[in-house]
């Protein structure tokens, strides 16, 4: 990059989701890489490298950008952006000029060792990384953990890193500086995910310009360099300055990587800064200089938002923007007792860059009440990419919003040694380091990890009873029951699921928490049935439902009674995803017997997103067994998915029929009644002052889910700190126009045509044909129906769509699938009957969520 280069926000232009294709996909054979498995014709073991989740990661990380470059100045940086999963994290690198050599290098590299795939479309391509690891360079090398990079450059295979070039080498071996590009835009991502996309729209997207100067060197070691924020507004200035000093600080620090960091306040921000050359001398007492060492004295001011820092000739030993978003995230900060396998380096870095936390965790840790047995944080050894995850979640739950909190590798490494952090103690931690999180930490906002007790040995879940019934996740019996050693020491396995690990990060869900509607009244008394009458009348319960409308939470609630209810259950909650990670992990560790006798001696299974295993064959045979066997001695077992069990079309009959014959209950989103007691219960607990109209719109415009209502509410929310000022109508409007115009889905004719293809399992062939048999007619009325619903087409114009039939056929369509509908009829589609109204609402659901 050259001096003085602007950046504008990250992120790639286009949303190719549905052209996305996988062009080279080497089966991970990496020791200890697959998470994901699948047998091949000779009953080997595969790794399933391109599996649903992946893929689903991969979108969300791809929207979320997107998301952002709505407002990228194409006349200011017109290079086509180009993101790159590495180390488990998403970096949005230009395509040419800048960094190309680099990320394509890089990305031949990763692909060649079996640690990466590449996916293409039109307009970008992207690299995904094979498993949730940091796909570090000793892991490339050695296929193993990492190892300190001496030893990972000694045994570098030649071959490996053939045709790159040298700069791409140099950038894997740790050895070339950090590009300002590659820099500023892990910079800026970490940011987001610190903060949330929406905030970060709202308060910098198009009001503040990131800029990196290069200046001269200030010791033969390092170059110098400054960030500067470029904000016109002086109100968003102050405010900015006043909030987010300490976050933009750290962010600096951890992602640009400065030795030293020197912090002025500058009355002309805002304003071009001279590239006059930086030196130490330059330090006034309004600066700050954070040093890396740990003995230099750390002080800070909150005075300004530009960092003049120099430029690091050699890259971080660890992955500057995963540290820097784990450190914002975790907040499980809490010993200084570094594990004895640490590397040397790492404990010099966190020293410095974690100090000024480690000295607010520590008083945390000293405060009364500090319970070191309190439901903890276990995320010993939590790969980057589980943080990652919680960290994009984050960006959508506004509980999680409030904790970008910090778990630096050191503290990772202590909590693996089994120090623990209670809830309390990481929000007052978060709360000591940012303001906002400290307005918005109410008393019950917690950091809620993990408390599934793995053993990190055994690599299976552990039997343990909590100790703070305000905290604990997932699994919990009775003391006794803990007969396993790991029992007493949690450490959540690098196994753990992406989609655990984010909902992990949310605060802790009661079923009393969930407001009453329609749309999932018969499942919260299904729910609380399940609690009171152990076992319940039905086996299992199952509930399926739409994205971000309680299925977690009902799930969760119901773990969390049971354990109230009946201290004495052995009580195990966990993702589909989890389940079978564990099952990987017992299978390469060869721990299968001991896996199989604690998932199968549960009191009750609680398992979400079971729709996961419609995609891994192996794994899908291993819970069939399981279920089988907690079924058969009557164990409680309770589901969800984002389906009904019919249409879990790869599960197997044996799956499908014993999902249900339970109780079947579908969670639908809620209704306009619902949505406003949501909104308002959900504005009181955050104590934001909303005016009722506000609250009455922001419920008629969010419909789709409760997430999106938590989202614009979080916006209001974050408004309301900066102004200090009652959010009427009028401002609510304003600040969620973007909001509201982004939730809008549009719906094309190909998208109701291929959901409707996939349900009933018609070809698009067929359904433009001229047959009239009822098994595609019916369907191709109904495509017809939902397409005057959900698009603008003319009648003309999908009868064209649709076979090139006249306006008069779509009108008649339209009329037929409307008295279907006034007298409530029976269908059979598809194989199946179905009731037209439930019909309609699965097609809705499943367009909308396309
Ligand atoms: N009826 C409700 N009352 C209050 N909060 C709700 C309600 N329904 C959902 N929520 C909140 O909405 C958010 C999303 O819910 P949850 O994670 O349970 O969705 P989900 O259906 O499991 O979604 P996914 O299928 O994506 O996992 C949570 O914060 C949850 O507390």
Redesign the pocket.
């Known amino acids: 990059m050259q001096p003085g280069m602007m950046l504008a926000n990250p992120g790639i232009n286009h949303d190719e989701r549905d052209q996305q294709q996988t062009v080279q996909a080497p089966a991970a054979q990496v020791r200890g890489v697959p998470q994901l498995i699948s047998q091949n014709a000779d009953g080997q073991i595969e790794s399933d490298v391109q599996t649903a989740a992946e893929r689903a990661r991969l979108n969300e990380g791809l929207v979320r950008q997107n998301a952002l470059t709505g407002h990228l100045p194409a006349e200011r940086f017109p290079v086509q952006r180009h993101p790159v999963q590495h180390a488990g994290k998403q970096h949005s690198l230009p395509t040419r000029a800048k960094l190309p050599q680099e990320a394509a290098s890089l990305g031949s590299v990763l692909i060649k060792a079996g640690l990466c795939h590449a996916t293409s479309s039109r307009t970008n391509g992207s690299l995904q990384s094979a498993d949730d690891r940091d796909v570090s360079v000793s892991s490339i090398v050695a296929n193993q953990a990492p190892v300190k990079r001496s030893a990972a450059t000694a045994s570098v295979s030649p071959d490996l890193t053939k045709g790159a070039p040298d700069s791409a080498k140099a950038l894997l071996f740790n050895t070339a500086p950090i590009s300002d590009v590659g820099a500023l835009q892990i910079f800026q991502e970490a940011l987001i995910e610190a903060i949330g996309s929406s905030r970060y729209e709202m308060l910098f997207a198009r009001k503040v310009t990131f800029d990196w100067q290069q200046v001269a060197a200030t010791t033969s070691h390092h170059q110098a360099g400054r960030l500067v924020l470029r904000i016109e507004d002086e109100f968003l200035r102050n405010w900015l300055r006043r909030e987010y000093h300490p976050l933009l600080e750290r962010l600096a620090r951890e992602c640009l990587q400065g030795s030293t960091i020197l912090f002025s306040e500058d009355a002309s921000l805002g304003q071009s800064v001279s590239s006059a050359k930086i030196t130490p001398s330059h330090t006034t007492d309004h600066q700050t200089t954070i040093s890396r060492n740990p003995s230099e004295k750390i002080s800070t001011t909150n005075t300004g938002v530009i960092a003049q820092l120099p430029a690091q000739n050699h890259m971080p030993s660890r992955n500057p923007r995963k540290s820097a978003v784990s450190d914002l995230k975790l907040g499980a900060t809490i010993s200084t007792i570094p594990s004895p396998d640490q590397p040397a380096e790492h404990h010099a870095a966190d020293q410095s860059s974690g100090a000024a936390e480690q000295r607010i965790d520590r008083q945390c840790a000293n405060k009364p009440g500090a319970n070191k047995s309190s439901r903890v944080l276990p995320v010993s050894d939590f790969p980057g990419a589980n943080l990652d995850v919680m960290q994009s979640e984050s960006a959508h ?1 506004p ?1 999680s919003q409030n904790l970008p909190l910090a778990a630096t590798p050191l503290a990772k490494s202590q909590l693996a040694a089994g120090n623990k952090v209670a809830d309390d103690q990481v929000v007052a931690s978060a709360a000591g380091r940012n303001p906002l999180v400290s307005q918005m930490a109410g008393p019950r906002r917690g950091a809620y990890v993990a408390s599934t007790a793995f053993g990190s040995t055994n690599q299976v879940p552990t039997a343990q009873a909590p100790t703070n019934q305000a905290s604990g996740f997932s699994s919990a019996s009775h003391e006794s029951r803990s007969n396993s050693g790991a029992a007493s020491h949690h450490s959540a396995p690098a196994h753990l699921g992406r989609t655990n690990a984010a ?1 992990m990060s ?1 605060r802790p ?1 009661e079923l009393s ?3 009453v ?1 329609t749309g ?1 009244e018969l499942a919260l008394a299904a729910a609380r049935k399940v609690c009171d009458e152990v076992p319940a009348p039905f086996n299992p319960l199952y509930l399926f ?1 739409n ?7 009902l799930l969760e609630g119901i773990s969390r009674q049971l354990r109230r209810q009946h201290p004495g259950l052995n009580v195990l909650m966990m993702t589909a995803e989890q389940f079978a990670n564990c099952f990987t992990q017992a299978l390469r560790d060869k721990t299968l017997p001991s896996f199989r006798q604690k998932f199968r001696n549960v009191d009750a299974l609680l398992i979400d ?1 079971v729709d996961f295993l419609d995609n891994t064959r192996v794994i899908r045979e291993e819970f069939l067994h399981t279920f089988t066997e907690l079924a058969e001695r009557g164990r409680a077992i309770v589901l ?1 998915a ?1 389906r009904h069990p019919k249409l879990l079309s790869k599960l197997g009959d044996e799956l499908v029929t014993r999902f249900m014959s339970g109780l079947i209950c579908r ?1 639908e989103a ?1 209704d306009q009644a ?1 949505r406003e007691r ?1 909104v308002q ?1 959900k504005a009181a607990r955050m104590g934001t002052d909303i005016s009722e109209e506000a609250l009455m719109w922001v419920a008629q415009k969010f419909r789709n889910n ?2 999106e209502l ?1 989202g614009a509410l979080n916006c209001l929310h974050t408004w309301y700190t900066m102004s200090e000022r009652r959010v009427g109508l009028a401002t609510a409007r304003q600040i969620l126009a973007d909001l509201e115009r982004d939730c809008l889905k549009i719906v094309r004719l190909t998208d109701i045509e291929q959901t409707i293809c996939t349900l009933f399992g018609v070809r698009p062939r067929e359904l433009k044909s001229s047959s009239r048999a009822r098994t595609v007619s019916q369907p191709r009325m109904l495509a017809m129906f939902l397409a005057r619903k959900h698009t603008q087409s003319a009648y003309q114009e999908i009868g064209q769509h649709f076979g090139g039939r006249n306006h008069s056929t779509v009108m008649a369509a339209e009329k037929k699938v409307g008295e279907w509908l006034d007298s409530n009829s029976e269908l059979h589609l598809g194989g199946r009957d179905w009731n037209i109204r439930e019909l309609m609402d699965t097609l809705e659901q499943q367009l909308l969520a396309s």
């Open positions: 739950n509980a909902k949310r869900m928490d969930l407001v509607g999932n439902g994205v971000g409308i309680g299925k977690t939470h997103d969800t984002d969670v809620p619902t949501i219960m409760v997430r938590e």
